[in-house]
């Protein structure tokens, strides 16, 4: 049966509603499904919910979790994407969320997906005129990370990685620790969604204690901790302490997985993690990877063969010639 709304035509005979948007079959012409934000164009309609559980291909498999990625705006119901597949926002009547808003160029930016295993959103601006922010910054381009606030014009929105297996609605208010946290408390996962970075700054503000395990083909590393302080850390025999916890945190891909036991011998660690992450760089960049900064140690000089460098020119009048001084006549001279 065909449905009038979005033109669906695979759903069953006896369906009373369209198993693509949900609209009410055997309605009126255009009827649309109650969450949708805009009228069909040319593109997809914008799968929103209330609650419930997402659709199969809005799903993503992340090592041994099933999750979705979801905006969440400031007003307005869930806005699930689906991976493989573009989202645009603008003004134009064909983008997948239409903001009426002057501010908002025709084809403001859009999200598609970065990587295979997982794929992850990435948001990317279409050149538009006053730009996109995430956090607040301003933005090109950058993959999208559970919590990043996207503003668009007056829209703004917050994505979330949320569990597939349990009601969406239900989770928002809960971070991605918990949503991905199983009922014996061990956490396991790809970096490339959940960087070790990212993690062990959470678990050291929820005070955790245990062991996070780190691997990426040969490398092995963990680090362990009580009620969020570490307490032992090791990085393939050759490493140990805050030497140990920097190699896991510059990890980019691999796997991890957390046990709530923490039984290693203590170590002589001074530096907090809070130190060490920033110290490394690597607290909200996906996989830990660290911005370029500034070139550490003196600053260098002029490339060899290179002119010599000149001092800055002296801002405001020059200095007014001062006069010899003179020589008074009973030393000789002249006054």
Request: net charge positive; proline share 10%.
């Amino acid at each position: 049966m065909k449905c009038k709304g979005c033109g669906y035509h695979k759903n069953p005979p006896a369906a009373t509603n369209c198993s693509l948007c949900g609209a009410l079959l055997g309605g009126e012409e255009g009827a649309m499904h109650p969450g949708d934000l805009r009228q069909r164009g040319a593109s997809k309609t914008v799968e929103t919910k209330d609650e419930g559980r997402p659709r199969q291909d809005q799903i993503v498999y992340a090592g041994d979790f099933a999750i979705v990625y979801a905006f969440v705006p400031v007003n307005g119901n869930l806005i699930v994407l689906q991976p493989g597949e573009v989202f645009t926002f603008g003004r134009g009547d064909n983008c997948d969320l239409k903001i009426d808003s002057k501010t908002v160029s025709r084809r403001h930016a859009r999200v598609h997906w970065a990587g295979v295993d997982p794929p992850t959103p990435e948001l990317v601006d279409l050149e538009s005129k006053n730009g996109v922010t995430v956090n607040g910054v301003p933005v090109q381009r950058k993959v999208l990370e559970d919590g990043d606030e996207v503003a668009i014009g007056p829209f703004t929105a917050t994505l979330r990685v949320l569990s597939a297996n349990d009601e969406l609605r239900k989770q928002i208010n809960v971070d991605r620790l918990g949503a991905t946290m199983i009922s014996t408390r061990r956490l396991a996962g790809e970096i490339k969604l959940v960087p070790p970075p990212w993690l062990l700054g959470q678990l050291e503000r929820l005070r955790e204690s245990g062991t996070l395990s780190v691997q990426r083909g040969d490398d092995r590393g963990y680090v362990s901790l009580i009620s969020g302080v570490a307490i032992a850390a090791g990085w393939n025999d050759e490493l140990t302490g805050a030497d140990a916890i920097r190699a896991v945190v510059r990890l980019q891909e691999g796997r991890f997985v957390f046990n709530p036991r923490a039984d290693a011998t203590p170590q002589a660690i001074t530096q907090s993690l809070a130190d060490l992450l920033a110290e490394v760089g690597g607290g909200g960049a996906p996989g830990g990877a660290r911005r370029p900064g500034p070139p550490s140690g003196p600053h260098p000089g002029p490339p060899r063969g290179g002119p010599p460098r000149q001092p800055p020119p002296r801002k405001g009048p020059p200095p007014k010639p001062q006069r010899p001084p003179t020589r008074r006549a009973d030393e000789g001279g002249y006054h």
